[in-house]
T-cell receptor, first 114, second 111 residues
Framework: GESVGLHLPTLSVQEGDNSIINCAYS??????FIWYKQESGKGPQFIID?????DKRQGQRVTVLLNKTVKHLSLQIAATQPGDSAVYFC?????????????FGKGNQVVVIP | NAGVTQTPKFQVLKTGQSMTLQCAQD?????MYWYRQDPGMGLRLIYY???????DKGEVPNGYNVSRLNKREFSLRLESAAPSQTSVYFC??????????FGPGTRLTVL
């Protein structure tokens, strides 16, 4: 399949270690944020979301942190596995465009080393 | 539930040809979207439909038209394909301010 990861920032991580992927968002009025995972040749898959009234949200092996002061979002993956190798996108809801539109970052490639 | 389905999966066109990309969702979502994705870039919104009967331009609408045929279906049309429209096209759907669910994509090459 096509490589959506071409020219993207790449994080190489040893299997079993924790991964941290960072994202800066643009609009201080954004009130909803999502992380997506995209494997080669597939569509983006929802991982976890967070609303602006929260600083932290945990899922299964994943944690999203939101720092509204510096407009920063991060995704932490615990005990990274080979199946976590993918491109990860953050997305913000741009309230100025209306409730349903998301703006996506360019993505970060994660490569898990067995 | 099949979620979001797209047809075709692959397509090769010659410059100037037209085609329609089909998208359907079975989750009863009000909102549907069309994105394009180019290597090294994120997803860019072409058009979206907040609800049945409405459509609006996104970030990169030029060269495309859409039709929200009913609540389930949202099609994307290229009237006169250009090499710059070579891309992977994704359809998505969502309910209000919640995550968007994506289809598997259509890989389009325009020669």
């Amino acid at each position: 399949g096509e490589s959506v990861g071409l020219h993207l920032p790449t994080l190489s991580v040893q299997e079993g270690d924790n991964s941290i992927i960072n994202c800066a968002y643009s609009n201080s009025a954004s009130d909803y944020f999502i992380w997506y995972k995209q494997e080669s040749g597939k569509g983006p898959q929802f991982i976890i979301d967070i609303r602006s009234n929260m600083d932290k949200r945990q899922g299964q092996r994943v944690t999203v942190l939101l720092n509204k002061t510096v407009k920063h979002l991060s995704l932490q993956i615990a005990a990274t596995q080979p199946g976590d190798s993918a491109v990860y996108f953050c997305a913000e809801n741009l309230s100025t465009y209306g409730n349903n539109r998301l703006a996506f970052g360019k993505g970060n490639q994660v490569v898990v080393i067995p | 539930n099949a979620g979001v389905t797209q047809t075709p999966k692959f397509q090769v066109l010659k410059t100037g040809q037209s085609m329609t990309l089909q998208c359907a969702q079975d989750m009863n979502h009000n909102s549907m979207y069309w994105y394009r994705q180019d290597p090294g870039m994120g997803l860019r919104l072409i058009y979206y439909s907040a609800s049945e009967g409405t459509t609006d331009k996104g970030e990169v609408p030029n060269g495309y038209n859409v039709s929200r045929l009913n609540k389930r279906e949202f099609s994307l049309r290229l009237e006169s394909a250009a090499p710059s429209q070579t891309s992977v096209y994704f359809c998505a759907s969502s309910e209000a301010l919640n995550e968007q669910f994506f289809g598997p994509g259509t890989r389009l090459t325009v020669l």
